[in-house]
């Protein structure tokens, strides 16, 4: 079993930044968070995929957040951060760290593992 928990959300006006960490219980180095991704999920609205990383640092993104967030992972700490500037009041969401064995999929089913979530707000 892999355990994610995520912080870093709050508030913050439009344009603003914001760091989101994930933290995974299990070393990165386990075949289970091979890649560990980022997801986000508005009031009413199906979840989306937002960024992944891979073991090895290969990156993928949407194209609503290309440019503006950037996606990282520390294997040594066992961790994930998602820097987040330029921030629009649509990227109001909570975001949720997951990970999966799988290759750089935008697909949340192919994520096995998922943490609790963490709130996003933007203002105008």
């Known amino acids: 079993q892999v355990q994610l928990e995520e912080t870093g959300g709050g508030l913050v006006q439009g344009g603003g930044s914001l760091r989101l960490s994930c933290a995974a219980s299990a070393r990165t180095n386990s075949p289970y968070v091979y890649i560990t991704a980022w997801f986000r999920q508005a009031p009413g609205k199906e979840r989306e995929f937002v960024a992944a990383i891979s073991r090895g640092g290969g990156t993928r993104y949407a194209d609503s957040v290309k440019d503006r967030f950037t996606i990282s992972r520390d294997n040594a700490k066992n961790t994930m951060t998602l820097q987040m500037n330029s921030l629009k009041p649509e990227d109001t969401a909570v975001y949720y760290c997951?990970?999966?064995?799988?290759?750089?999929?935008?697909?949340?089913?192919?994520?096995?593992?998922w943490g609790q979530g963490t709130q996003v707000t933007v203002s105008p």
């Open positions: 997951a990970a999966g064995p799988a290759f750089l999929s935008t697909d949340r089913k192919e994520y096995a593992f």
